[in-house]
């Protein structure tokens, strides 16, 4: 408290002066709250805090805020604070939340076709998940916008490898091994039981305490994302065959998304297109680091298997896509990707 009691006259210019800085320190919060942008996107994420992913969409709500003149902006919840995939899902259908970065087990509930690009061993490289992304965005976009919501842009997860606590450098290795899935993936779920496993479905959340306890102990992720879970720490191989590059994407409540003015709309979809392709690039430069950590740290990396070991990997695609036509996607879809590809399934 403040008292001018018996203060002398030279003194009460700088009581006035710490009088004026402490109410102004008072109103700053006040001001913040004011300087919001009138439209605020809440945006969830289970990236954790300080990952690469939650990087890109800070400096995307920054760019957003100055080319918007402060009028658009993200609001972040990272971490899984707002669950996962599936229980962020529900919040945007009830307007808690708008807007997110889901990977096929998210955006599979909006749009199961979609998942026809996650299915085990359908790109060979970078190259052809590009040409994929790039030719089937508008009949995808057109799809989700059917379903309540907007494509924003897709956006990277990446490649996903097999990490165990025993070797595994073929398909028979795998059996005994108690493999997670992710609860409520079908594909995944399928590709494991085309390998002859029943696997042990739980939430990504869920994950670290399945290994803690042995529940599980073998698991599926890119390189950057065991890392960044510690899941890696638990385990000792990682088999050096991709079992499928995975997709993601960035979606937005459509009921949202219409409510902006236009051009906010149009600079929302350019930014976002633009922050996820430098991403996806940046994704793919710290997986490979990833990888020398991970090796680093003791896990072994073991080769890629050759010659009737990998076709019989790459068998299981033929045994999944088959199995999930006409119940996750129709064959139709599943055939424009194989034009494009110039494969002949």
């Not at 998210?106 to 199961?112: A, R, S, V, Y």
Request: charged share 20%.
């Amino acid at each position: 408290m403040i008292c001018f009691c018996k203060v002398k006259p030279f003194e009460m210019p700088l009581l006035l002066s710490l009088l004026l800085i402490f109410l102004f320190l008072m109103l700053i919060p006040t001001q913040s709250k004011a300087l919001e942008p009138q439209y605020l996107i809440k945006f969830a994420t289970v990236a954790p805090e300080g990952s690469t992913w939650v990087r890109q969409m800070e400096a995307l709500d920054k760019d957003l805020r100055t080319k918007s003149n402060g009028r658009l902006g993200f609001r972040i919840y990272a971490g899984g604070i707002a669950g996962d995939e599936l229980d962020t899902l529900k919040k945007i259908r009830i307007g808690q939340i708008h807007c997110t970065g889901f990977s096929g087990v998210g955006f599979g509930q909006i749009l199961p076709m979609v998942r026809v690009l996650d299915l085990p061993f359908l790109f060979n490289d970078y190259n052809e998940v590009g040409l994929v992304h790039s030719r089937m965005r508008p009949f995808f976009a057109d799809q989700f916008r059917k379903n309540g919501f907007e494509l924003l842009a897709w956006s990277e997860v990446g490649d996903v490898y097999l990490f165990s606590k025993k070797p595994v450098s073929n398909i028979a290795d795998l059996s005994g091994c108690k493999v997670w899935v992710w609860a409520g993936d079908p594909i995944a779920k399928e590709t494991f039981a085309a390998m002859g496993i029943n696997p042990i479905p739980l939430a990504i959340t869920d994950v670290t305490t399945g290994i803690n306890t042995g529940m599980i102990d073998t698991v599926y992720a890119p390189p950057l994302g065991a890392l960044a879970l510690q899941w890696y720490t638990s385990m000792k191989y990682m088999l050096q065959l991709p079992i499928v590059h995975s997709t993601g994407a960035v979606l937005i409540a459509r009921k949202y998304f219409d409510s902006l003015p236009s051009e906010l709309s149009t600079l929302l979809s350019k930014e976002t297109e633009r922050a996820m392709a430098e991403l996806t690039v940046e994704l793919r430069k710290q997986n490979d680091e990833a990888i020398k950590v991970i090796r680093e740290s003791g896990v072994t990396i073991t080769p890629a298997p050759t010659g009737d070991s990998l076709r019989e990997f790459k068998d299981i695609h033929d045994k999944v896509a088959k199995k999930l036509e006409g119940t996750i996607y129709p064959r139709d879809v599943l055939d424009m990707i194989y034009r494009l590809l110039k494969k002949n399934q």
